[in-house]
Structures are given as C-alpha cells and as structure tokens.
C-alpha cells in the first residue's frame, strides 16, 4: 500500500476507482456520506491525503512526506503560530517569510464536500494571495471540520467569530489545471497547488 493510498476507513464502502473518474461536472450530486463525498472530489482535484487515528500518526505521516519530497532542508512556511507550538518537537524548521521556503504549512476552516476544496480565511492566509504561497501546500484537518458546501462553510465561519468575521475567504481546489473552475469567484486569480491533506479523526 502507498503512502497516499489509506484513504477513510471504519468499515465504510469504498467508491471505485470508476466512479471517481467517470463523474461528469453536472451529474446529480452523490447520495453518499459526507466523507466519501468530500474523498471523491478531493481526489479528482488532483489533491493527496492521508487519514489518521491519532496526532502520532500526523506527524508519521509528515515525516514521510519530508522524506518523500526529499524536504530535510526545506523549512515550512507558517501563518499559523498553533502549528509551529503543536509540532515543535518534531524534526520541522519554520520560516515566517514565504520567499525562504517551498513548502506552506496551514490549517483550515472546513473542507467542502461538494466540490472537494479547503476553505480557509485570514486566520490561515492572513492577508496573503494564493498566488503568493509556495507551490507546495500541507494541510492539517479534522474530521469534524467537513461540511456539506461552500454555504455551510460560510455560515459556520460567520457563526463562529461573530463579530469579527475573518476576511480574505477563499478556497484551495486547484491541485491541478480544471477550466470548469474559471468561472469559481472564490477560486478566481488562484494558481494550481501540489496539495497534501492530513486529516485526523476526532469524532
């Protein structure tokens, strides 16, 4: 089994390969459950991920995309001072400039089901661009953090930080070139992303 082959488990059934490729863009949506739904999307976006038990196996799996990637020397880039505090301990450098690094370490807000995006705000970007982070991104989610759609996310964000609602909300979704997504006005001026989800259970 690869590295980005361990997808949702717990006794769920797994969508075939078939059904991940041969789903056009205007099909009916699929009756199947949020997480399957969201791991169908993800993946035709073109993004990799790894599902986890527990924080030990997070950080399992970033050592082995580090070494994957051959990123030893390679500082991660971070907004996001909780994740410099959770990973410490870890062999990770930080760097607080985006030019000193390939690589961007973020959390998220939700994770879109129905389209297979990540959602993120100021709280992750600050006031950066998409197009101003390095090419490589890892994120770092959790199960309870997926919802249905793009609305949902936002009402779940407008909900939370009342009333300071966050601003620069857009969505990564563009793992690989889609013209489908031309049109997407929380993609617009994006650029494609050599995405990595790691996704802990915490239900």
């Known amino acids: 089994m690869g590295i980005f082959d361990k997808l949702f488990r717990g006794g769920k059934k ?5 059904t991940v490729e041969t789903r056009g863009l205007h099909m009916p949506d699929l009756k199947i459950p949020i997480d ?18 527990s924080l030990k196996e997070i950080k399992e799996a970033i ?3 580090i070494q994957e ?11 996001d001072e909780r994740l410099e505090e959770k990973f410490s301990s870890e062999k990770i450098r930080f760097a607080k400039n985006a030019r000193n690094s390939e690589v961007f370490f973020t959390t998220c807000e939700h994770l879109i089901a129905q389209n297979g995006s990540i959602l993120v705000c100021s709280n992750q970007l600050k006031e950066k661009k998409l197009n101003e ?21 936002l009402k779940k964000i407008k909900k939370l930080y009342v009333p300071s ?14 013209n489908e997504d031309e049109n997407d006005f929380l993609t617009y001026g994006s650029s494609t992303k050599n995405l990595y989800l790691l996704l802990l259970e915490d239900l």
């Open 63 to 65: 050592d082995k995309i």
């Open 69 to 79: 990637n051959q990123w030893q020397k390679q500082p991660f880039f971070i907004l």
């Open 14 to 18: 797994k969508v075939s390969k078939e």
């Open 36 to 53: 399957e739904k969201f791991t169908i999307h993800f993946k035709k976006n073109g993004g990799k991920f790894l599902y986890c038990d």
């Open 165 to 178: 609602i966050p601003t620069n909300i857009t969505t990564l979704k563009h793992f690989k070139a889609e």
């Open 133 to 153: 982070l390095p090419p490589n991104i890892i994120v770092f989610a959790t199960t309870s953090q997926l919802v249905e759609s793009i609305g949902e996310g």
